[in-house]
């Protein structure tokens, strides 16, 4: 983890409330795995004080991308920082998913984002790609659907799901996770029927070891984890906190695990579903 002032190359908006931000970065670029975040200072003086955790979304080169949502002051006040001005970040920060499960090649990995939640997905569908994830993402209605042509370019095979039914399934991500695995034959269970097909939602073919990995808004990776544990996979959850320091030392941010208190910041974001206490 290093404190850095790093230029930004690009702001702009993705969509609605929606912006990337580019900045260039050897030292993150560098280090950084799926699933961590940077802290960002959004302005050179003292208010707002705190620093806003973002996901990292992308690394090429020496380039690293978040993308974030203008939710409150500091999202704000950082939509307005210009290519070439420079911004105080710490990072890369936490612990990140764990995508070098063994026999990688026998591992479907089924990816469910909830809304803004498709941030560190994108960075660890990178990693997972020889593996051709299904990518579950889930959003109100087809405005706020992130990133379906990032993964698609990765080879990932995607799936949406949205409150209204604007596009995708017409209800929540976590439905469609369970309609995908019920009919999904796992190496787990042996199911003995057959899958079901329609066009390529579903997983078919020979059984599949698959672990889940999910980044959204807490009662979603909530439901996550019931369903990982009904159907005896693991699943590894990005969750968010609020934060303040970002490194462990304030206990800000901490959550219930069944080994004690945890820090969000530091021992997570990512935790397995079995570790927490809900
Ligand atoms: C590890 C981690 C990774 C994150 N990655 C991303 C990302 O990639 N893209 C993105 O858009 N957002 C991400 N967030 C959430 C992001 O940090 C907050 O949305 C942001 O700090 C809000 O700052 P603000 O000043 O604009 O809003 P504030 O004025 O502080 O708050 C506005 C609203 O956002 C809520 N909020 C504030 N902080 C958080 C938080 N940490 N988590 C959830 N809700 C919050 C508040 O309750 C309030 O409703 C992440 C959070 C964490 C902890
Ligand atoms: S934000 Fe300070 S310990 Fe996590």
């Known amino acids: ?38 802290n960002i200072k959004v302005v050179d003086g003292w208010e707002p004080l705190l620093r806003r955790p973002l996901s990292i979304h992308s690394v090429k080169g020496q380039k690293v991308k978040v ?10 006040i950082l939509s307005t920082r210009k290519p070439g001005e420079f911004l105080d970040i710490l990072g890369p920060l936490g612990n990140g998913f764990n995508s070098l499960s063994p026999n990688t090649h026998h591992l479907t990995p089924i990816l469910i984002a909830g809304g803004i939640g498709v941030a560190p997905l ?22 706020q659907i992130l990133c379906l042509q990032e993964f698609k370019a990765l080879g990932c095979t995607v799936e949406l799901a949205t409150d209204d039914g604007s596009v995708g399934f017409k209800g929540r991500v976590t439905d469609l996770l369970r309609i995908v695995l019920e009919q999904t034959p796992l190496e787990t269970r042996q ?7 329609s066009g390529n939602l579903f997983l078919t073919g020979q059984a599949k070891r ?25 699943a590894q959850l990005s969750l968010e906190e609020h934060m303040a320091c970002g ?17 969000v910041c530091k021992d997570g974001p990512v935790f397995s579903s079995e570790e927490l206490v809900w």
């Open 67 to 76: 993308i974030y949502e203008i939710l409150g002051k500091g999202t704000q």
């Open 247 to 263: 490194i462990g030392a304030c206990l800000g941010c901490v959550v219930a695990t069944k080994s004690g208190y945890k820090t």
């Open 1 to 38: 983890m290093a404190q850095i002032k790093v230029k930004i190359i690009s702001n702009s908006r993705v969509s609605g409330n929606y912006r990337h931000l580019e900045f260039e970065s050897g030292l993150i670029a560098k280090h950084a795995i799926a699933g961590q975040f940077v």
């Open 122 to 143: 994108v960075f660890l569908a990178e990693k997972l790609k020889l593996s051709k994830p299904l990518v579950l993402i889930g959003a109100m209605s087809k405005k």
């Open 191 to 197: 199911k003995s029927r057959s899958a079901v097909t």
């Open 210 to 234: 698959v672990e889940l990995f999910s980044c959204g808004p807490h009662p979603m990776l909530k439901a996550v984890a019931q369903i990982a544990g009904e159907h005896k996979i693991n």
